[in-house]
């Protein structure tokens, strides 16, 4: 009886190793797995994409950073390392986004290991499409850069300039408008709505929040509108 325990128990002890190892193995195989689900996959250009999930999701607003991201785990299919080339946000005739939210957006995303760029359609809140396209030269804004987001942005904006929305009415945009984007020297987080009887975009660095500068531009008043309201 106690020789068979001491082999049993031997037996158990030789094994113990090999059991490790296997586990070992098999959570190497599965932390090394390949992420990007279309990698191997030939890519052309124009090729354009309906996403399924459109149909089923329930309609929302997004943030800048939320529609950043939307976009961004799509393109991460096809290129692990995606960096953003511009963001904007697509008017709707709603007077929306004094919370930072707006319903549609639109960006571009470089793929720089797959030579090409991704355009995306974000509608209701959701991703509708996108479309492969030829690499361009645009420069290119990293994960990193984006801190600000665009609720915190407007926010400033009000605050600082007496920002209001874009009536419904507007013959241009309605509410508020966001857009990302970068040249040589500066990365720019544009909010753009009305001001004491101009057009302003007001422009903030994302990474840190600092105020880069204004544009603005004179609004055109409708000369019916000014008949009718004499």
Do not use: C
């Amino acid at each position: 009886m106690k020789k068979t325990f001491l082999f049993a128990f031997t037996l158990f002890l030789i094994l113990i190793p090999f059991w490790v190892m296997k586990s070992n193995d098999s959570s190497r195989v599965s932390t090394t797995k390949d992420p990007v689900i279309y990698a191997k996959q030939e890519i052309r250009n124009n090729q354009s994409f309906n996403v399924k999930s459109f149909t089923t999701l329930p309609d929302t607003k997004l943030t800048l950073i939320e529609a950043y991201k939307t976009g961004l785990n799509e393109a991460k299919k096809y290129d692990k390392e995606p960096q953003l080339l511009y963001l904007n946000s697509v008017d709707d005739k709603r007077a929306d986004g004094e919370n930072g939210k707006r319903r549609n957006w639109q960006g571009v995303f470089a793929m720089p290991n797959r030579n090409h760029d991704m355009v995306f359609v974000i509608e209701r809140g959701k991703l509708k499409e996108y479309t492969i396209i030829t690499a361009s030269t645009e420069h290119r804004i990293k994960d990193s850069d984006i801190q600000l987001d665009s609720d915190q942005a407007v926010k400033k904006a009000i605050k600082q300039f007496h920002l209001k929305p874009e009536p419904k009415d507007d013959v241009s945009l309605h509410g508020y408008h966001f857009r990302l984007l970068r040249d040589a020297k500066n990365i720019f987080l544009a909010v753009r709505s009305q001001a004491d009887g101009h057009y302003v975009e007001i422009y903030y660095d994302p990474r840190n929040g600092k105020y880069l500068g204004k544009t603005e531009t004179p609004i055109m008043e409708d000369a019916m509108r000014n008949e009718d309201s004499k």
